[in-house]
């Protein structure tokens, strides 16, 4: 092991469980500590010098940019099979697992959210597939994408999705626009799980939907483009918009049972955004190191000082520090609550953690892009990719806004209840007054007669 690539303190090298959050510690087991230090170790040790090399092969091959992946990605999902890195995500109930609790795997999520090309990987893979594609799914074969977003809607209300799907026979027909279909410029993307209108009369909004399998290669399907992020590309997966024109699939392929594509997509959020939230974790602390590095670099010096010796960047390091310490407990916290009491029942720790986990990565970033002044817009710093990539944290699975709004609401209900306490609270207080023969007055109440006032 070159230890270059792991000096992670001023002492040298200290693992990655020996680093795990004092708050979480007596939750992770041995196996998963030891499995914690062979993903950060990989992951500073392969991935992240991995990283310009990919966008180099990307380059090379500019025309097949959306094809099937680079050679170095291959090679590392070769050495991550190796290293029994695989699937680390898939849950204790799923058998080919490793068994890791949402929270190891959130600690694991953190360090893979540090390397480029692992950044912005699925997390979860619909663990509802029938196994005819989950199989190839974790072997890593073939990848699925989930198709919900639809340009002529605004999507993050999910009952706005109106892509068409009508019985015809034994078979669903679907009519319609998808984009933002992440992973679908891949030659590898092999299956689609479509949301759509089924039942649009249904007098429950929460059950017009219905989420369905579309094989990539269905006649009347068409990628017709990939979007791109703030100019980036994100090859070789890319995020097309896809028309559906007669598309024919067979009703076995509907995911739990018609109706029921609300379900479909709310078990798919709750462990995958904590996943993303501990990826972006793990997204600023690399943008943190590469701040540190700059305005420590005795070579930079700007009015006679390294840029460390001027407050305002030690002031921006501090808030940085705070910014990322502070949210990894909000989504260790949540990762527990999920492995106690399942995703339902915690989606205000969730939505706490998809929301501050999104600011916190945005600026770390943007702090360390100031510090490298023009070079941190440039392709020489992995920061402008991951600006990029942190702008969109904000919006994917739902923008701040609408989670935001949910946790008010939900919080705001408690109200009648709190109104109803205090108001309790001052009775008993009025009687407790009585019983010391009191009489309630308030100590600052002055009484001056307008005479006096006026001396
Ligand atoms: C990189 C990337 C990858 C993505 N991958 C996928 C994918 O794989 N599959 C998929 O289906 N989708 C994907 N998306 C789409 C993403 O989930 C949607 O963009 C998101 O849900 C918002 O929907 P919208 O774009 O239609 O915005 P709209 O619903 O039109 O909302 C626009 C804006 O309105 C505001 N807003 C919305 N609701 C409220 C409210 N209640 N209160 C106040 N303000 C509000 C917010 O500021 C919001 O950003 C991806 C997006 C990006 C950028």
């Known amino acids: ?102 929270l190891e795997y959130g600690l694991m999520a953190e360090y893979l959210g540090r390397a480029a090309l692992q950044a912005r990987q699925p997390t979860v893979p619909p663990l509802t597939l029938k196994s005819r594609w989950l199989t190839p799914l974790l072997n890593g074969e073939i990848r699925s994408a989930f198709l919900m977003t639809e340009p002529d809607v605004a999507s993050s209300d999910a009952t706005n999705i109106g892509l068409q799907m009508h019985k015809d026979g034994n078979d669903w027909v679907l009519n319609g626009q998808k984009w933002w279909s992440s992973g679908t410029g891949n030659i590898r993307c092999k299956i689609y799980l479509v949301m759509g209108k089924s039942d649009p009369l249904n007098s429950n909004k929460y059950k017009q939907h219905s989420v369905i399998l ?123 609550m999920i492995d106690e009491l399942g995703g339902k029942r915690a989606l205000k720790e969730i939505a706490e953690a998809k929301v501050q986990t999104a600011s916190a990565l945005l600026n770390v970033v943007d702090r360390a892009i100031q510090a490298y002044g023009a070079a941190g817009v440039s392709q020489d710093t992995p920061l402008a990719s991951l600006w990029a990539h942190a702008r969109t944290m904000r919006i994917v699975d739902g923008p701040d806004e609408v989670h935001i709004l949910q946790l008010g609401r939900n919080e705001s209900k408690r109200g009648d209840t709190l109104q109803t306490r205090i108001e309790a609270q001052k009775a008993k207080a009025a009687q407790v007054f009585r019983g010391y023969n009191l009489k309630q007055s308030d100590n600052l109440e002055l009484n001056r007669t307008t005479a006096k006032a006026n001396l």
């Open 1 to 102: 092991m070159s230890a270059s690539c792991l000096i992670n303190s001023p002492n040298g090298y200290m693992p990655a469980s020996e680093r795990i959050p004092a708050i979480a510690r007596p939750f992770i087991s041995d196996g998963a500590k030891r499995t914690l230090d062979v993903v950060e170790e990989f992951v500073e040790e392969e991935c992240i010098p991995a990283d310009p090399i990919f966008e180099q092969q990307l380059g090379e091959g500019a025309r097949k940019r959306f094809s099937a992946d680079p050679p170095v990605m291959e090679d590392l999902k070769a050495k991550a099979k190796q290293l029994g890195l695989w699937n680390l995500f898939l849950p204790k109930s799923h058998a080919e697992g490793p068994g890791f609790s949402n």
């Open 214 to 336: 579309v094989p990539a290669n269905t006649p009347g399907l068409t990628v017709t483009r990939v979007l791109s992020v703030i100019g980036f590309d994100h090859a070789p997966e890319g995020h097309g918009q896809v028309t559906f024109d007669n598309v024919r699939v067979p009703a076995q392929n509907m995911i739990l049972g018609e109706g029921r594509g609300f379900e479909v997509v709310q078990g798919r959020l709750g462990p995958g955004r904590i996943h993303h939230a501990m990826r972006s974790i793990g997204g600023a602390e690399r943008a943190l190191e590469w701040f540190l590095s700059r305005i420590n670099d005795p070579a930079k010096k700007s009015f006679g000082r390294q840029l460390a010796e001027h407050g305002i960047m030690l002031e921006r390091v501090a808030q940085s520090r705070m910014e990322i310490d502070s949210p990894r407990l909000v989504v260790l916290n949540a990762a527990v």
